[in-house]
């Protein structure tokens, strides 16, 4: 009989993510379907590095991302962001790894991109510095447990105008690659 639901094996607890994406018009709930998702005219290019800092045997991980990215396409910008990442890592079959994660933090940017500028104008914001809220899934197959293939929302947010006065900053679903070393 099959287990399902048993832990995969350990990696190492450091990983870099390379992700690009498209930013969307809508607010987070709609950008979550990236297929769906109504797209601006900008592009977001990144690099995070993770450290986890705790792993349970039932393979739920804490840790810290931070990451640089380049927003692109009507102007451009620079993104630098940090927060705590959790995650928790299921083999639910022989073939793949299924890892949930999320990223909860700060992102700053040099220059507000066209969505953003607009919200801000709508909300007298200021959207140089919002939350940082990614939610992702990655994809791992035992075969090669050091990569995973992630899917991610990029999510800028004052959160309901605690941050700089604004309420939705910018979305953007990516894909990407994270490596394990």
Same mark, same amino acid.
């Not at 705790?54 to 739920?60: L, V, W, Y």
């Not at 700053?108 to 510095?129: F, S």
């Not at 006065?165 to 979305?171: A, L, R, T």
């Given at each position: &009989?099959?287990?399902?639901?048993?832990? =995969?094996?350990?990696?190492?607890?450091?990983?870099?993510?390379?992700?690009?994406?498209?930013?969307? @018009?809508?607010? &987070?709930?709609?950008?979550?379907?990236?297929?769906?998702?109504?797209?601006?005219?900008?592009?977001?290019?990144?690099? =995070?590095?993770?450290?986890?800092?705790?792993?349970?045997?039932?393979?739920?991980?804490?840790?810290?991302?931070?990451?640089?990215?380049?927003r692109f396409g009507d102007?451009?910008?620079?993104?630098?962001?940090?927060?705590?990442? +959790?995650?928790?890592? &299921?083999?639910?079959?022989?073939?793949?790894?299924?890892?949930?994660?999320?990223?909860?933090?700060?992102?700053?940017?040099?220059?507000?991109?066209?969505?953003?500028? @607009?919200?801000?104008?709508?909300?007298?914001?200021?959207?140089? +510095?919002?939350?940082?809220?990614?939610?992702? /899934?990655?994809?791992? +197959?035992?075969?090669?447990?050091?990569v995973d293939l992630v899917?991610?929302?990029?999510?800028?947010?004052?959160?309901?105008?605690?941050?700089?006065? &604004?309420?939705?900053?910018?979305? =953007?679903?990516? /894909?990407? +690659?994270?490596?394990?070393?």
């Amino acid at each position: &009989m099959r287990q399902y639901f048993v832990p =995969a094996p350990l990696h190492s607890p450091n990983s870099f993510l390379v992700f690009g994406g498209g930013l969307t @018009e809508g607010n &987070m709930g709609q950008s979550a379907i990236p297929f769906s998702a109504s797209h601006t005219d900008n592009y977001v290019v990144g690099l =995070a590095f993770e450290r986890e800092f705790f792993r349970s045997q039932k393979e739920t991980a804490v840790g810290a991302q931070i990451g640089v990215a380049d927003r692109f396409g009507d102007g451009n910008s620079g993104e630098f962001w940090g927060g705590i990442h +959790l995650q928790a890592t &299921m083999r639910i079959s022989d073939v793949v790894y299924i890892t949930p994660g999320i990223t909860i933090g700060l992102s700053a940017v040099t220059n507000p991109i066209d969505i953003e500028r @607009e919200r801000a104008i709508k909300h007298r914001g200021d959207p140089h +510095l919002l939350f940082y809220f990614s939610p992702e /899934i990655a994809f791992t +197959l035992p075969r090669f447990p050091n990569v995973d293939l992630v899917f991610q929302l990029h999510h800028r947010s004052g959160l309901y105008e605690i941050l700089g006065h &604004m309420k939705e900053g910018s979305n =953007a679903g990516v /894909i990407g +690659l994270r490596y394990h070393f």
